[in-house]
């Protein structure tokens, strides 16, 4: 057994629980928490219906995914409310440019720093998590068939949120995987089809 120190917490870590499938692979650890961090967490687990360990598993999952790139990819927390009075100084056509224009740098400098390569899974994680499970502007939901993937994000940043939606992603995937997709907008969502370099068996 040995004792690590993080932070003003002791983490004892015990002898790694390997299950037998190698992608799920475990190690168990245990953690000493202050009470009112402990309290916390008993507190905001039952909340969600799940173990403690579970949600620790989904905070860490966060952090090593998303938290930690933070500063370094230059990205910051800004208040929705915020984001669609912004958006709405502006019309559809400016902020689709806008969308074409910041798609041609940002996400080819987040994705190699967080990914180390562009690929059509490294480029969709990017727009699934960085963009929508963990930037909290949307909703993504995906259907992959034989040669196409089709994807669907779901906002509440309104008609010029989606404009500027396509214009990003459009833009996007012609930048990092020399990709042309075909868009449908609505006030609430963005779809968008590409030819996948991934079949079905």
Known sequence: M????????????????????????????????????????????????????????????????????????????????????????????YLYKLGMKLGETVPVDTIMFWKKTLTEQSVLEYIEKIICRYGHLGTYDEVSQTNTRTIVIRHRLGRNGSKFFEGYLKSTLKNTIAKDATFDVTDSSVKFEIKSEITNA
Request: aromatic letters at 10%.
């Open 2 to 93: 040995q004792t690590f120190y993080y932070n003003g917490f002791d983490i004892t870590t015990l002898i790694p629980n390997v299950t037998g499938d190698a992608r799920s692979a475990t190690v168990t650890r245990s953690f000493r928490f202050d009470i009112d961090l402990s309290k916390i967490l008993d507190e905001e687990a039952e909340r969600m219906g799940v173990s403690v360990n579970a949600l620790v598993g989904i905070i860490l999952r966060r952090y090593s995914e998303f938290t930690r790139y933070l500063s370094k990819i230059d990205m910051i927390v800004i208040n929705r409310e915020l984001l669609i009075s912004l958006l709405e100084t502006r019309d559809c056509e």
